[in-house]
């Protein structure tokens, strides 16, 4: 099997000499066995035509943002779900400074807006032009934005300067998007992941929580966008910075995480409870600030809904992670959640040990499911994550489910 089949990868090209180039590379990616759709900028069809592009790909070429006569008249968004990868080669000093800057006045501006695909972009330009403070300033937004790139290159060019600048040769720029496809394990996946701690109001000014910093989960969420995951993050109040391309709602009580959560639950494929939720809410909750007397106070305390249970319960429900955090019988205590809670995993870690679980940087994990477990040993959450993500994938597949963009069971 070639190592892109199926792959469908929508290639832009803009306004630069070295979009004579792209013509190879459509025929290229093609032999790998992309589908390759093309839309070319104004610019771009000064170089080569549209025609050129239409026969190698085998597909119509797209030029215009407003085109009266396609289907829809929604081109972009079609498009824009298409695609598993926008790769943008060439991509001219002028594409990328409007890329940086968020605008949408061309077809292929407004695409890359409008998908959930991975961008990559190649740049082709005069090497003064690569190393204006402008363009590397837009280069370090875009790569912020999570977008990748794809050299460019270092030789002469055609304006006859030599430095960097130069588009990657075809055959450099279809390796390039194999590596991309094989480390994006998670692409046409949506991965929820619940982070954080929750809140249970006692009164305007007191409440219960714990100490969860928010840490694992943020990490998870982190890897599996990196993964190519369509990632929503359900996090409890934390002091995190929210994640690039990730979509964060942010709740504060367990009975909000529940909602938050099964409002979303139908289309997600893989459900990740890293959230330390807790268990018990005062049953009543005061309206005033409850005054200080000299006896001693109780409150009453019920429980709070269990998330991960509900979620595990649905009659479709999602490959279903859970999290075990324990002071004692680590081993013995996640196995009885994973089976009673019905799990298809369970990551169990200790929690009260110093430098690792709860509000740290570090952790370290026992990996449970129904016919075996793995150990991950002390590491950074974010090193974890990525194991982690690895073993979920792997038992994912074994165990036959599909993710919902490809059995189209939303
Ligand atoms: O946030 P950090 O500072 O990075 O710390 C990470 C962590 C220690 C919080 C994390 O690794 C972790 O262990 N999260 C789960 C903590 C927890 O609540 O464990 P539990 O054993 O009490 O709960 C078991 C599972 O049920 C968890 O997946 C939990 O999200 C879920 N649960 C629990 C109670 C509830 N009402 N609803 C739930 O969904």
Redesign the pocket.
Known sequence: MNTLTDKHILLGITGSIAAYKSADLVRRLREQGAQVQVIMTAAATAFITPLTLQSISGQPVYTQLLDAVTESAMEHIELARWADMVLIAPASADFLAKLAGGHADDLLSTVCLATNAPIVVAPAMNSFMWQAPATQENCQRLQQYGIKFFGPATGSQACGEVGKGRLLEPNELVDQVQEVFQTQFLAGYHVLV????TREDIDPVRFISN???????YAIAQSAKMAGAQVTLISGPVALPPVAGVQLISVYS?QDMLTAVMTRIATVDIFI???????YRPSQLFSHKIKKYDADWQITLER??????TVAALPHPPFTV?????TDNLLEYARE?LQQ?QLNMI?A?W?GVAGI????EK?ALNVLWAEGGIELPCAA?TELAGQLLEIIIQQYQQNGYLPHQKSGSY
């Not at 409870?273 to 268990?279: P, S």
């Not at 679980?357 to 740290?360: I, L, P, R, V």
């Open positions: 619940t982070a954080g701690p100490r969860s910093s928010g840490r694992m989960g367990a409870a890293a959230a330390a939720v807790a268990d709070t809904p269990d998330i991960l249970a859970g999290f075990a955090a324990e959640k809670k990551a870690n929690v679980g709860f509000d740290s952790n959450k």
